[in-house]
C-alpha cells in the first residue's frame, strides 16, 4: 500500500522491522522501489535476498528485469536471464514478456525475437512487447508484420497496441494507413477512454505532416493531460509553425489543471529559437532554473540551441560546459551553432574536443560537421568528414548527409563535382539534393545547369513552389525574361504561389513581422522616410545598389526602391526607431539575405554603431 501511494521508505521501515519475510514481502519491496524510481535500491534488496539464500521465482525476475532496464544493466539482465533458463523460469509468461521489454530497451532485437519465438503461451503482453520493441527502434515494418500475425492468430488488439500502432504508421509515412488507425479508434471509443491513445493519434497526425488533423484531434481530447499539451507544441514546431507552437503553449499556461513539464520546456525551446524570440527563451530558462531543470541534458541541449542560433555563442559555450557532456547531444548543438554562424574551424575542434572527451559521435554529429563545412567553405574537410564517417565510424549516409555534400560543393562553386557526386550516389537522390545544386547554381549563376537540376527536380517534386523560384531568378540574374514568364507561368498553371519573405524583430515582449513592400505598419510611413535618409548617407560611404538582385524587368530608379523595401531593412529601421541608441538589433528571416541587403547590413552597422545580427 504505502509503495503505491509512493511512500516508499514507509514501507521499507516496516519491511526492515518485520520478524520473518515470504516471498511476497521480499517481491514487494524490489517491485516498490522500482515503480517508485529507485532501481539501485531495488538492486539492494535482492543482494540482501539472495545472500538470505532465498531463491527468487518468476514475479522476482520479471521485477528485476525491468530494473537491469532502468539502469542500463544488460550484463546484470543476461545474468538474470541465465538463472531463469536453469530454473526452467524462462517460459513463463511474465518473464518472458519481461525480457523482451529488457532487449528492446538495449537495441537487441533478434534476443528479443528469440525470447517470443520460443514462447509457449504468447498473451496480448507479448504480442504488444514484440511489436513495441521494433517500433521503439526505429523498425516500423517489421512491428507492422508482427501486428498482422497478431491478428491472424485472433489476438484482439486494445489501447497499448494503438499507441505503438500509430508511431508505427507515423514512421512510414503512411497517411492512408493513419486514418485507418484513428477510425479503428473512433469506433472503440478509446479516445475517450484513454488520454494515452488520444494523445498517440496526436503525435501521429503531425509526424505524419498533417498538423490539421493533429490539431482537429487535439481538440476533440475529452481530457488534455500535460503529455497532450506537449504533443501539440512540439507537432506545430516540427512542421515549422513555430508561432502557432508559441499559442498553444500561451493556451496551455491558462488551464489551472496542467503545470508545464521538462518535455514542455523540450518542446516550445525550439519554437522560440526559432523565431528569434530570444527574450522569452530567456524567460523560460529562468523558469528552468528555479526547477532545477537547467542542468537536464535534453532542456540544456535546447537552452544551448536557443542562445546559439540567436548570435549568443558565449552564452551556448557557457550552457554547455555546464551540461552533462556523456552523450553526443549537446554536442552535437553547440557544433551545429557555430556551424551556423560559418565558425566551421571552431566546430571541427569541437569535434575533436568531443572524441578526446571519449564521446562517440552519431549520425547527427556528421550531419552537423558538414554542414558546418559547407557553410564555411571548408571543401576539403567536409570531404573528410563524409569518408571519416563511413570508413572509421561504420555510418552509413542518408540522404541528408549527401545533400549537404552536394551544398558543400556547389557554395564553393564546384558545380561540375556536385552534379556527378549526385550521379554517383549508391541510392536515388530525391528532391531535396537537386534543390541543393539548384540552389548552388543560383548563387553562381550557371543556367545550363540549373536547367539540368530543374527538370530532374520537377520530376520528383513539382509542386514545392521554391524550386520554381530558384530558377525564375537564375533566368531573371541573366536577364532572360522569356525564361522567368515561362517559369512563373508553369507555376501559377499549377496553383502555386511564391511563399512572402518576411523579417521579424522582438521589442517590448512582442514580434513584429515585417513582409517585403508591406506599408501596412503604423510607423510605415515614418520607417520609409528614415530608410530613405539612411540610403543616401551610406552611399556617401561608398555603397553601390546591386540590381542584379532585382528580379523584375523594371527602370533603374524603380529597382532601387525595390531592394529599399526589402523585409530585414524595414525590420533594421524599425528596430532603430525604437531602441537606445548602440543597441544590439536581432533580426530572424525565413528566406535567405540578399547579397545587397548584407552589404547594405554591414554599411548600416557602421554609420550608426550597432550590431547587426
Known amino acids: 500500500m504505502y509503495c503505491r501511494f509512493g511512500f516508499v521508505d514507509n514501507a521499507y521501515t516496516i519491511f526492515k522491522d518485520m520478524p520473518f519475510r515470504d516471498m511476497g514481502c521480499w517481491n514487494s519491496m524490489i517491485s ?41 544493466d ?112 473512433i469506433r472503440r471509443c478509446w479516445i475517450t477512454k484513454d488520454t494515452v491513445t488520444g494523445n498517440g493519434v496526436v503525435d501521429m497526425y503531425a509526424k505524419l505532416g498533417d498538423i490539421g488533423s493533429a490539431r482537429k484531434a487535439f481538440e476533440e481530447l475529452p481530457s488534455k493531460d500535460v503529455i497532450s499539451w506537449n504533443t501539440m507544441i512540439t507537432g506545430y514546431g516540427q512542421n515549422g509553425f513555430a508561432s502557432e507552437a ?36 530567456m ?51 553547440i557544433i551545429s551553432c557555430h556551424g551556423l554562424h560559418g565558425l566551421g574551424e571552431t566546430s571541427l575542434k569541437l569535434f575533436e574536443d568531443m572524441l578526446n572527451e571519449g564521446v562517440e559521435p552519431d549520425h547527427v554529429t556528421f550531419l552537423s560537421l558538414l ?21 572509421e565510424y561504420g555510418f552509413k549516409p542518408t540522404l541528408k548527409h549527401y545533400g549537404c555534400m552536394v551544398d558543400l560543393f556547389g557554395r564553393a562553386g564546384q558545380m561540375e563535382i556536385a552534379y556527378n557526386f549526385i550521379e554517383s550516389m549508391p541510392m536515388k537522390p530525391d528532391a531535396s539534393i537537386w534543390g541543393a545544386l539548384l540552389g548552388a ?36 540574374n541573366f ?61 556617401g560611404l561608398g555603397y553601390i545598389p546591386d540590381f542584379s538582385f532585382v528580379l523584375q524587368d523594371v527602370e533603374d530608379d524603380e529597382k532601387e526602391n525595390i531592394l529599399t523595401s526589402h523585409s530585414e531593412r524595414l525590420a533594421i529601421m524599425y528596430g532603430i526607431l525604437n531602441t537606445p541608441p548602440k543597441t544590439c538589433i536581432r533580426i530572424f528571416k525565413n528566406l535567405r539575405v540578399c547579397g545587397d541587403c548584407h552589404n547594405v547590413t554591414k554599411f548600416i552597422s557602421k554609420l550608426t554603431e550597432r550590431r547587426l545580427l
Open 371 to 391: 554542414t558546418a563545412c559547407s557553410h564555411s567553405g571548408l571543401v576539403d574537410q567536409g570531404r573528410w568528414c563524409f569518408h571519416a564517417m563511413q570508413q
Open 32 to 72: 516498490g522501489f522500482c515503480q517508485n524510481g529507485n532501481a539501485k535500491e531495488a538492486l539492494n534488496i535482492l543482494d540482501d535476498m539472495i545472500m538470505e539464500a532465498i531463491e527468487m521465482d518468476s514475479v522476482t525476475v520479471a521485477t528485476i528485469l525491468s530494473t537491469c532496464a532502468q539502469m542500463n
Open 246 to 281: 508559441i499559442n498553444v503553449y500561451r493556451w496551455m499556461k491558462e488551464s489551472e489543471n496542467v503545470k508545464p513539464n521538462q518535455g514542455t520546456w523540450v518542446s516550445i525551446l525550439p519554437a522560440y529559437a526559432h523565431l528569434g524570440a530570444l527574450r522569452d527563451g
Open 74 to 185: 544488460i550484463l546484470r539482465g543476461m545474468v538474470i536471464h541465465l538463472f531463469a533458463i536453469k530454473h526452467g523460469l524462462e517460459f513463463n509468461v511474465f518473464v518472458s514478456n519481461a525480457l523482451i521489454n529488457m532487449y528492446a530497451k538495449f537495441g537487441y532485437l533478434k534476443c528479443a525475437q528469440n525470447v517470443f519465438d520460443h514462447m509457449d503461451v504468447r498473451d496480448l503482453v507479448s504480442w504488444n512487447s514484440i511489436i513495441a520493441a521494433y517500433e521503439q527502434n526505429d523498425y516500423p515494418h517489421d512491428a507492422l508484420k508482427f501486428f498482422h500475425l497478431m491478428k491472424l492468430n485472433k489476438v484482439q488488439p486494445d489501447l497499448l497496441t494503438l499507441v505503438s500502432l500509430s508511431s508505427c504508421v507515423a514512421q512510414t509515412k503512411d497517411v492512408l494507413c493513419g486514418k485507418s488507425v484513428h477510425g479503428f479508434i
Open 441 to 476: 547554381c543560383r548563387i553562381h549563376g550557371n543556367v545550363e545547369m540549373g536547367r539540368k537540376a530543374s527538370s530532374r527536380l520537377f520530376e520528383l517534386d513539382s509542386e514545392n513552389v521554391g524550386y520554381y523560384v530558384l530558377l525564375s531568378n537564375l533566368y531573371a
Open 283 to 333: 524567460r523560460i530558462h529562468g523558469q528552468v532554473i528555479k526547477e532545477n531543470l537547467d542542468l537536464d541534458v535534453f532542456v540544456g541541449t535546447c537552452l544551448i540551441d536557443l542562445y546559439g542560433k540567436c548570435g549568443r555563442l558565449i552564452e551556448a559555450m557557457s550552457l554547455f560546459y555546464e551540461v552533462p557532456r556523456e552523450t553526443s547531444v549537446p554536442w552535437n548543438a
Open 479 to 539: 536577364g532572360r525574361w522569356e525564361g522567368v514568364d515561362e517559369v512563373r507561368s508553369l507555376a501559377r498553371d499549377r496553383g502555386l504561389s511564391k511563399t512572402p519573405g518576411w523579417s521579424s524583430i522582438e521589442l517590448n515582449n512582442r514580434i513584429e513581422v515585417f513582409y517585403t513592400g508591406n506599408q501596412s505598419h503604423p510607423q510605415s510611413e515614418e520607417i520609409h522616410k528614415e530608410l530613405a535618409i539612411l540610403n543616401a548617407k551610406i552611399k
